[in-house]
């Protein structure tokens, strides 16, 4: 043990049991900074491999590997994830924009309207139980409802997605909510102006920035969502620019495929699909902190 | 809550009562979906559940083709995957949480928790791929290592060493949990050596036919509960009182004994709802498991070095070649797993709220 420095408060006892006492300290604090390298070696190590092995597959011969279709035989090697690159756009997109506005409706019910009546109370109960929901689950249960009737499309993804968003926008939106203090309303109020026209013009532009962070973080989650994506969506490898028809595919559905192989040329695609979707989520992630940011320094 | 506008006539009152209905329609989605999915999931396994009758639930074949569904090795790898991850991942948790807390000078504590966080935005799918590409190839030697070494101890030797780490912990506090849990547990298995001649530890740490196993699902799932767990644990902690910590150090206790006398006592329940909220998530995650546990048909062990199949995996990989009613029993299979995974989120959170109030009410 070399780094026992007796914190501030100990430094006056001088009892006989001191050094026993301080070495246990210096013991347990290096085992929390033990744990802290612990859990970042794996973290260095996804990223590292990530990086590594994804770098070399989605670079070569630049644009190719972002713009190619996917090749029908998944153990050829070579490039090809656009398909997947537009999947995973369209599915995250159309799920924002199912899940953000019925959520962010959602939590204005639950703060400005309902606030703390039974029905309200249900709600927020049941929104809690949702974000619980495994979201294999939520896949299935798509499938169930959409897919069987429809068929393959990318929308059907898009559902299963919004399914598990919506809670989380719920209750990141209301926590946003709670932060709009009482006199904006009040003023608003004062000034003749409805109650549907004070939320619309005063709370939810006073509450923007944190809801707009709440739900960018929703859909970075989403973003790499698998599970609730492999019954709706199919397997197509070739571009399907249609929302509500016919097979489409995304990259964490692709990663997937290819990692369950024992093909060269499939892994290698999985590494590249996976060095664009951390990309992805991460890139989400930090515009979602920069709003984060912003929300602080205005407070 | 602000107080209610004067009520107003005019062209804006039925804008007004429009929007709150809008509101109250995006609100009762919740239910509606939540009902759906209760409904439709049930009906959809009623088929194989009316064929097996409980029998799913306790039986251990499954056999497609033979029309047997028993799910007694899938639950049983769920639980015990999840049990791994959450014994891996929640001491870590609470040192890093602590660390976070408690020991880092105020200009680290962001990028820490960035650090953290960042582990909560990596794709599971991305957790799945690295660990069968890249961990399972080398955790295999460990676990055969683990394996060699514990067969080649002396049969009492385990249980004697776990029965003196517990009793060691008893002595310093005796109310310490782990403490009881280790003292217990290596009592019986001293007993149980005793009696029968056989020793438990080399079936629990069985010989490692490949690196695909409960165990490195455990650890992939340990890994992606660690920021759940962590974040949670860190609110909680944040909510002891200055004042309470300030009072065992002004006693002249070490940060150590402040966190004991302070930290743990106050915010014990609140932990102990974090550390199920964890479970609950390692149980719902499918991706990764299903990429690393290996996906042998399924087997009841203790062995954690053997491969095995977890509920969600078996969904996510039997669903392409399911008949009908192969996907009733896949169905009812997601329908057990949504009420577990309910029912520990349920009590989680309870217990949560309950610390929670109770501290609020305290400071």
Not at chain 2, 97 to 120: C, E, G, H, S
Not at chain 2, 284 to 312: K, Y
Request: with cysteine; proline share 5%; aromatic share 8%.
């Amino acid at each position: 043990m070399t780094g026992m420095e007796p914190t501030p408060a100990t430094a006056l006892d001088l009892s006989a049991r001191l050094s026993w006492r301080v070495a246990k300290n210096a013991l347990m604090t290096a085992l929390m900074v033990l744990a802290f390298l612990v859990v970042a070696v794996p973290l260095v190590a996804i990223l590292w491999s990530v990086i590594g092995k994804g770098m070399s597959t989605a670079f070569a011969g630049f644009p190719d590997f972002f713009i190619k279709e996917i090749p029908v035989v998944s153990r050829r090697p070579g490039p090809g994830m656009g398909p997947a690159i537009l999947g995973t756009l369209m599915v995250t997109g159309a799920a924002t924009l199912l899940a953000v506005p019925i959520g962010i409706l959602g939590a204005v019910y639950l703060h400005e309207y309902g606030v703390t009546s039974k029905f309200a109370r249900l709600v927020r109960f049941m929104a809690m139980v949702m974000t619980g929901v495994p979201s294999i689950v939520m896949g299935l249960f798509v499938y169930i409802v959409w897919t069987l009737r429809t068929g393959y499309s990318a929308f059907g993804g898009a559902l299963a997605l919004a399914c598990l968003m919506l809670p989380v926008v719920i209750g990141s939106t209301e926590q946003m909510l709670k932060l709009v203090p009482a006199h904006l309303r009040e003023a608003a109020y004062a000034l003749g102006a409805s109650k549907s026209r004070t939320i619309m013009t005063v709370v939810l532009p006073a509450a923007l920035p944190g809801i707009v962070s709440g739900s960018l973080l929703a859909i970075a989650r989403a973003a790499g969502e698998t599970a609730p994506l492999l019954f709706a969506l199919g397997a197509a490898t070739a571009y399907n620019p249609h929302l509500f028809d016919g097979a489409s595919t995304a990259l964490s559905v692709q990663i997937f495929a290819n990692a369950n192989t024992s093909f060269v040329g499939s892994q290698e695609r999985a590494w590249g699909a996976a060095l664009t979707l951390v990309f992805l989520t991460f890139f989400i992630t930090l515009v979602a902190r920069i709003f984060t940011s912003r929300l602080a320094l205005k407070r | 809550m602000a107080s209610e506008p004067f009520s107003l006539t005019g062209s804006g009152n039925r804008a007004d009562t429009g929007f709150r209905w809008m509101a109250i329609g995006a609100a009762s989605l919740v239910l509606l979906i939540l009902g759906l999915i209760a409904l439709t999931m049930t009906n959809r396994s009623l088929p194989v559940l009316s064929r097996m009758g409980l029998d799913f639930f306790t039986t251990r074949r499954w056999s497609a083709p033979d029309g047997l569904f028993g799910a007694l090795p899938f639950i049983w790898g769920t639980l015990y995957t999840a049990v791994i991850a959450v014994a891996l991942a929640v001491p870590v948790s609470l040192a890093v949480a602590l660390f976070i807390t408690q020991v880092a000078p105020p200009l680290l504590k962001r990028p820490l928790v960035y650090v953290i966080d960042l582990l909560a935005v990596v794709p599971s799918v991305v957790f799945g791929l690295w660990g069968v590409l890249v961990l399972s190839g080398r955790i295999q030697r460990v676990y055969d290592r683990v394996h060699e070494g514990v067969a080649a101890m002396p049969g009492f030797l385990i249980p004697v060493i776990v029965l003196a780490i517990g009793a060691g912990l008893l002595l310093t506090s005796r109310r310490s949990l782990v403490g009881w849990v280790l003292a217990v547990g290596g009592l019986l298995l001293l007993l149980y050596f005793l009696v029968s001649g056989r020793s438990i530890p080399p079936l629990v740490f069985g010989p490692a036919a490949q690196g695909r196993s409960f165990a490195t699902a455990g650890v992939i799932l340990a890994i992606m509960i660690v920021p759940i767990i962590t974040s949670l644990a860190r609110e909680v902690i944040e909510t002891t009182p200055a004042t309470d910590k300030e009072a065992a150090l002004a006693l002249g206790a070490t940060r150590w004994e402040m966190i004991q006398a302070s930290v743990f006592p106050h915010s014990k329940g609140g932990l102990v709802g974090a550390v199920m909220l964890g479970l609950g998530r390692a149980m719902g995650e499918t991706i990764a498991a299903a990429l690393v546990i290996g996906s042998s048909l399924g087997q009841v062990t203790l062995d954690m070095f053997a491969s095995g199949n977890s509920m969600p995996a078996v969904i996510a990989n039997e669903w392409g070649e399911a008949e009908s009613l192969h996907k009733s029993a896949l169905i009812a299979l997601a329908v057990t797993l949504f009420l577990i995974t309910i029912v520990v989120n349920l009590i989680a959170s309870a217990v949560v709220r309950r610390s929670m109030a109770r501290s609020a009410g305290r400071a």
